[in-house]
């Protein structure tokens, strides 16, 4: 599988965890630099708190395009070391 923003590839790997109909790449396999630390931070009752990245591709930035959960509840934790992809970034094979 894939994450495609702005023409870019921003992870790529064959072991991807569906969740919610969310593919979760494993950390290693996520082009971190395009990632950006962002402050914000949600949560959800059974997985735990999620934290976010932006995603910055040359001029382009997509805030709080990609979220992973650091320490996920123990109902969610193969997601852990994981991230997932929204706001846009095309997902494919």
């Known amino acids: 599988m894939k994450a495609i923003w702005n023409k870019r590839v921003i992870a790529e ?3 991807t965890v569906i969740v919610e109909g969310n593919h979760y790449f494993p950390a290693d396999s996520v082009r971190h630099e395009f990632l950006k630390n962002s402050d914000t931070h949600t949560t959800c009752p059974w997985k735990g708190r999620a934290s976010y990245y932006s995603l910055q591709v040359d001029d382009n930035k ?5 979220w992973y959960y650091p320490e996920p509840k123990e109902s ?3 997601i852990k070391n994981r ?4 706001k846009g ?3 494919k094979k």
């Open 76 to 78: 969610a934790k193969e």
């Open 83 to 86: 991230v997932a992809f929204w």
């Open 13 to 15: 790997s064959d072991d």
């Open 62 to 66: 997509n805030e709080d395009a990609a």
């Open 89 to 91: 970034v095309e997902i």
